[in-house]
């Protein structure tokens, strides 16, 4: 049984702390035979900002051509998505919301269009990772992002109850979170967990 994880590293900073926390969740799962990982930068992925044109609730598509057209199927393919984006003003880094906004076409699909976004067989099979960091020591630092990330795994049909997270605060310069003292064991064991479930949920 083959199983397809799709993670989005969010941060404009290559190699930074939601960068490590993402690469130490997928270094989990790749040690489980049958798992197959393609991690995409979003600094790499040429996702333009949504234009709020509403023209995907008619045409079913967006009207822009940009990577998205690539991203769109392996979106709809994959049984575990993770989207790993640091916390910038108290909110989602820019590139990964830019993201987020994009599946503006599958809102309208699913709630406009009336449309299913992933085969009826699928649905509830599928499971969702938020990998975050943030420089404040707050606890409410990730307040801001969580419903956006809930929205963005809601339009996909990944339920509230199917979405793990993983949130470290007060790790500010590029590889402080290699001090932090739970951050990697908290990914490795998250990632086994993600893996052991969707077994489960696809029968193998």
């Not at 490590?20 to 969740?25: A, E, F, H």
């Not at 880094?93 to 709630?111: G, N, P, T, W």
């Not at 992002?145 to 605060?169: E, T």
């Not at 739970?182 to 029968?203: C, H, N, S, Y």
């Amino acid at each position: 049984m083959e199983i397809k994880v799709l993670a989005f590293a969010g941060s404009p900073r290559r190699g930074g702390n939601s960068e490590t926390l993402l690469d130490w969740v997928l270094a989990s799962m790749g040690e489980i035979e049958g798992v197959v990982i393609e991690k995409i930068p979003l600094t790499e992925a040429n996702v333009n900002p949504c234009r709020g044109c509403n023209a995907c609730e008619t045409l079913n598509r967006c009207v822009q051509r940009d990577g998205m057209d690539v991203l769109h199927d392996k979106i709809i393919e994959a049984d575990c998505i993770i989207l790993a984006a640091p916390i910038f003003c108290m909110g989602i880094c820019a590139q990964a919301k830019a993201l987020i906004d994009r599946f503006q076409v599958f809102r309208s699909r699913k709630y406009v269009l009336k449309l299913p976004v992933v085969p009826p067989e699928r649905k509830g099979k599928r499971l969702g990772i938020f990998l975050s960091t943030a420089g404040q020591n707050w606890d409410h630092v990730f307040d801001g992002a969580v419903p956006s990330v809930k929205c963005f795994f809601h339009v996909i049909d990944v339920r509230d109850a199917d979405i793990y997270y993983l949130m470290v605060n007060n790790v500010d310069e590029k590889g402080a979170i290699l001090s932090h003292p739970t951050a990697k064991p908290d990914a490795v064991r998250m990632g086994k967990e993600v893996l052991a479930e969707l077994k489960k949920r696809l029968g193998g």
